[in-house]
């Protein structure tokens, strides 16, 4: 879910980001920050689908996302994993072992429902 501009240029810019190239202000309209997620998926040749945060931040707000937070949400949108804020918070390995389960368990559902 690509949210709210963290740090941006007409913000609380961010010396990371300038050393980077990464030069973004604050999304003033929808388009903008839809224009921002499609150039971040670019430059970091994301294949995972995004999907853009409104301008009310709802889903941003909803679940607690800046600066960083990472969810597992099932097919059923039952969240299955909430890692803690990042990017100090991230936990890799728990993640891939609530995801592990979390296909096992929809896997041996399938194979009892035939």
């Known amino acids: 879910m690509y949210v709210r501009e ?3 240029t007409d913000g609380a810019s961010s010396p990371q980001n300038a050393k980077a190239g990464i030069s973004i202000r604050q999304h003033r309209t929808a388009e903008e ?18 999907v853009v945060d409104t301008m009310d931040d709802r889903v941003g707000h909803a679940y607690s996302g800046m600066p960083d937070r990472l969810y597992i949400i099932d097919r059923h949108g039952k969240v299955c994993y ?27 559902t399938a194979s009892l429902a035939q």
Do not use: K, N
């Open 82 to 108: 909430q890692g803690g804020r990042g990017p100090m918070g991230f936990t890799p390995a728990e993640m891939e072992q609530s995801l592990a389960l979390l296909l096992l368990h929809d896997a041996t």
């Open 6 to 8: 963290a740090h941006p």
């Open 33 to 50: 920050r839809s224009e921002a997620a499609r150039h971040c998926c670019a430059a970091l040749h994301m294949t995972m689908p995004v």
